[in-house]
């Protein structure tokens, strides 16, 4: 992974493919490259370690023309970053590839095509694709059938890219695991691995499921399943607008998206509530023409999948089911769940989290609960027609926007939004009164403004950072459902500012997290009020009691106060059920402000993606 963009005009492309690669910076590579068929055959490729921007201006210095071409970012899988490790990928000077995930038997097909002559001039396991497709060349009528017979010899997850210089007017794609989008134009076709990268020359996309192979030229477009049977796709226009280049009036796109959670939650209720309940058709329809609440009256259990930040909501929204909906919930991490035998409840709903809808484990662990026998499955995405979405029979669209700052911001707190409205619908068929019921509607109709009032604390808390300015490590604590709020405030941290922090239930101290604890580890606690709050308090006196230095985000009416030992950031007061989204704003506040002050890379840290779509 992790950007590819391509091309098949009678314009010159390379522009256009440079552009597209600067739309999918937010996605995180190390490395950037691109291929041009020339108007007299020859293969123009120019690689870059660093950023597009390198790669803009080595292009300047070294014009290329041609209406055929192929780009890509790379995020090292295979290989350091390098410039000999960069896409594309060449063979014998006329097949050129991209490639995003890996081929896990690249080594078996090295060793073979090493046998038939071929030299590996890179460390990638790309670089087999290439060599394999020349192969099959020799032995097929066109690029789509080589194509076709070498993606039968992998195995892994790919979404790749080959184009032929004796073939200059055509490029093959062939998707596995790796998403892959088609954009029609008039008399010229294109492709990426996200529509993002796309939207200045085109509004319509298809997208290719899996196991598709398709054939573009400037004219057309041909595609073939797994079983290489030729298949249409659906055509949709794309309603997303968005300039990857537009941070408005803010200096990171983490701060503007920050500052964006206010609008984007009310975007993710809007249109979804009528007579104080929650409307069914929020969580779409499934294949089978079953609707939402026909499915969650069955349901007597949850399994939620995640990674990363998704997989913190899982956490939260596992005390709300089985507090407020009387359901028992299970979160498992994805790539754990799908390397395991488990036991499927009767009757149980499998839910999966991603803002990108892509993630690989996270789709890998829907296709395994499908064979599993779920009830049904529901996703909660940021995306449409992302492979999450498709693939799941129910689907509910956060509508956060695009995200595009590495760290997660909108894109948590919109599913944090979006699984209370799960636990809500699934209640009112369950143990959930009405008066329960028209409490919690009423908390997240009035978390909009609520949000707003807690980022007017922004420069409060980029006071508390200073202090952070020497700090390599820190303690997050958090109890109930605030547990999995202190681990994405420790997630946070990590991300952006690269200070060591993780995360502890407040009340597991004393087992062992309290050794830890001298003047030069910040710990930082949320605190809201409710039920927990007196326990929390005494877990904060044993930290004061062996010299610990506390940052504490505590609801108003909580009655903690700053002295030397303690330092208080008051938050308005909140209903204990969207506390945990309100109390995830502040810590997000503060991870930036500490990153700022470290002089990391806030909306592109080092060695991380925005979209993982390798294991």
């Known amino acids: 992974m992790c950007g590819i963009v391509g091309a098949v005009a009678q314009r010159d492309v390379a522009d256009i493919l440079v552009e597209g690669l600067r739309r999918l910076e937010y996605r995180g590579y190390d490395s950037a490259g691109v291929a041009v068929i020339g108007n007299d055959n020859n293969l123009q490729r120019v690689r870059r370690l660093g950023k597009v921007q390198e790669l803009a201006n080595a292009l300047t210095e070294t014009p290329t023309s041609g209406g055929t071409g192929i780009a890509h970012t790379r995020w090292a899988t295979h290989g350091v970053p390098s410039e000999a490790n960069a896409h594309p990928h060449v063979s014998s000077d006329n097949i050129a590839v991209v490639h995003n995930g890996i081929i896990e038997n690249h080594q078996a097909l090295k060793q073979q095509l090493s046998a038939l002559g071929y030299v590996f001039v890179s460390e990638t396991d790309t670089e087999v694709i290439a060599h394999l497709v020349h192969h099959e060349l020799k032995t097929s009528d066109n690029l789509l059938q080589a194509a076709q017979k070498a993606s039968k010899q992998f195995e892994g997850a790919y979404g790749t890219v080959i184009m032929d210089t004796n073939d200059k007017d055509r490029v093959v794609v062939a998707r596995s695991g ?104 929020a969580f779409g329809a499934s294949d089978q023409g079953v609707n939402a609440d026909e499915i969650f009256k069955d349901i007597e259990h949850v399994q939620i999948i995640a990674c990363g930040t998704s997989y913190h909501s899982g956490m939260v929204a596992r005390y709300w089911l089985e507090q407020y909906a009387g359901v028992s919930c299970n979160i498992e991490i994805a790539s754990e769940f799908r390397y395991r035998k488990s036991f499927v409840p009767k009757n149980a709903l499998i839910v999966t989290i991603s803002q990108s809808g892509e993630t690989a484990d996270t789709l890998a662990a829907l ?13 909660i995405c940021n995306v449409p027609g992302s492979s999450l979405v498709r693939e799941s029979d129910l689907a509910f669209m956060t509508k956060a926007g695009a995200e595009i700052g590495v760290a997660s911001t909108k894109a948590f707190t919109t599913q944090l939004v979006g699984l209370m409205m799960m636990t809500i619908a699934i209640g009112q068929h369950k143990a959930m009164d009405e008066a329960t019921q028209k409490q919690l509607v009423s908390s997240l109709m009035s978390l909009p403004n609520k949000l707003e009032e807690v980022l007017s604390l922004a420069s409060e808390i980029e006071g508390l950072a200073e202090d952070f300015a020497d700090k390599q490590h820190s303690l997050f604590l958090g109890r109930g459902d605030q547990y999995p709020i202190a681990m994405e405030g420790a997630l946070k941290l990590k991300e952006i500012s690269y200070i060591h922090a993780e995360a502890y239930a407040a009340g597991e101290l004393k087992h062992g997290p309290l050794a830890l604890i001298d003047a030069d580890m910040p710990v930082i606690v949320v605190a809201p009020q409710n039920d927990l709050i007196e326990k929390l308090k005494s877990n904060v006196e044993e930290v004061r009691a062996r010299g610990g230095l506390m940052y504490v985000f505590a609801d108003i009416d909580a ?12 938050v308005p007061h909140c209903d204990e059920a969207i506390a945990p989204i309100v109390y995830t704003l502040p810590l997000q506040l503060l991870s930036y402000y500490v990153a700022i002050i470290k002089g990391t890379d806030v909306d592109q840290p080092r060695n991380l993606a925005k979209s993982v779509t390798v294991e």
């Not at 529509?195 to 054939?215: H, N, Y």
């Not at 030229?217 to 659906?234: A, C, L, M, P, Y």
């Not at 009310?266 to 007579?275: I, K, P, Q």
């Not at 009655?559 to 008051?570: E, Q, R």
Request: avoid cysteine; charged fraction near 30%.
């Open 178 to 281: 790796s998403p892959l989008v088609i954009g029609y134009g008039l008399g010229e076709n294109f492709l990426a691995s996200d529509m993002m990268a796309l939207l200045p020359v085109t509004r319509r996309f298809s997208f290719l499921e899996e196991g598709d192979v398709a054939e573009i030229t400037r004219f057309e477009v041909n595609i073939f399943d797994k079983d290489g049977n030729s298949v249409e796709r659906e055509i949709s226009e794309a309603s997303v607008s968005h300039d990857a280049g537009d941070k408005g009036e803010y200096r990171h796109y983490m701060l503007k998206e920050t500052y964006e959670q206010p609008t984007a939650i009310r975007n993710t209720l809007e249109g979804r509530f009528s007579d104080g309940k929650i409307n069914s058709n």
């Open 559 to 570: 009655k903690f106060a700053s002295d030397d030992t303690m330092k208080v950031i008051n």
């Open 367 to 379: 296709r395994l609960a499908k064979d599993l026998g779920y009830r049904a499955s529901l996703s």
